[in-house]
Structures are given as structure tokens and as C-alpha cells.
């Protein structure tokens, strides 16, 4: 059974930079994944920042950012606002299945 | 803009099946590129991917749920739907419609999510 793994939490300072990575049971994550980063806070839908990697939605603050880092993708918050405390999670594809993972609590502190 | 609205019991009996329905607002289920999806998300077992379809009847689903699934698209009423059958109480969790571009790669807009407990 695939299991994508992330933080399960972390602790950024506003204004500070944070990481958040997303990686694979079966190796090394590359673009052929289609990573897909997605912020929901309490009560509310999910809401998509990062597709295929490293495009941003028309909606994604321009201090959110994707990449590949270390055999991961990556999510990285760079001037963290106190609006980004929320849950982050990733989703990979398997070529025909699409895998979740467990999610990051980022709080801003 | 397009908005997702899931609705359907909140409750349902094991050995039953549970049926949703997604409406959808403020755009065409018709488009080519999109696929119609649905998410699930329970404490015991996080995010799961259930499956999508296309309006013209192309399904794509979770192997592990495959045998129990159907998704289907009606573009008369601008819905989409899931069937889950024989459900169990692992089958509770906040079920999410979501919209897919197939060539992109990207799910968006996702719709509320509803819960559904599975008890008898």
C-alpha cells in the first residue's frame, strides 16, 4: 500500500520561511506525480494552491511556492502572514490513483 | 464562478448503499477537460481519493473501493453522483465533491463536504 507522508505539524513565526514536504513510499517524488498542494482551515472546503508541481492557482498568494527538494515536493511559505495557520496537505498520482497525504498543522506563532 | 454543493443523508445503515449528490453552480458539466470527482475524509484513515467521471461516462476509481463505486454525471440537472454499496462504519467520513482538469492536473473548487455516519 502507497503512503505519502508528510510533518504532521510545524511552528513558523509570521514573517518567517517554513518548508512543508510531501514524500513517497515508493521513491523519489518527480514531476510525473503531478504534486498537488492543497490549505483548509477549520470549517471550511479545501482550497487548491499548487498543481503539477509548482503552478499556481490565480488565487495563490505569491509567497506560497512548489517544488521538488530532496527527492520530495515541497511546499515553502516565505513571509508567513498569521491567515496561513491552517492544514496542508499533499496529493500525488500513481498513475491512475491519486494519494493523499496525512496533512501538516502549520501554526503561526 | 463554480460552486460545489454536496446533500444527501447524514446517516446511513450498514449492508445499504450511500448515495450523493453534488450540484453544481455557475458552469457546465459538459466541458471535456473536467472530470467529476469525489474525496472522502475519515479520522481512521485521512483523505481518500474515491474516483471521477467525465460527463461522456469515463470513470476512473480508487482500486480499493472499485468493486463498490459508481459515479455518474447527469448534465440534465447539473449534478453528479456517488454510490457507495454494502457501506460499513469504516465507510464514515466527511464525503467532498471536487471538480478535476484532466489536463492540468488540478482539483478545484471543492465543495463543503458532508458527513456521513454509517449506524444502525
Redesign the interface.
Known sequence: QTVVTQEPSLTVSPGGTVTLTCASSTGAVTSGY?P?W?QQKPG?????LI??TS?K?SWTPARFSGSLLGGKAALTLSGVQPEDEAEY?C?L?YG?????G??TKLTVL | QVQLQESGPGLVKPSQTLSLTCTVSGGSLSNGDHYWSWIRQSPGKGREWIGYSRYSGSTYYNPSLKSRVTISVDTSKNQFSLNLSSVTAADTAVYYCARYSGSSRWFDPWGQGTLVTVSS
Open positions: 503531478y498537488n492543497f471550511q472546503a479545501p482550497r487548491a498543481y503539477s503552478n492557482h496537505y496529493l498520482y491512475g490513483v491519486w494519494v493523499f496525512g496533512g
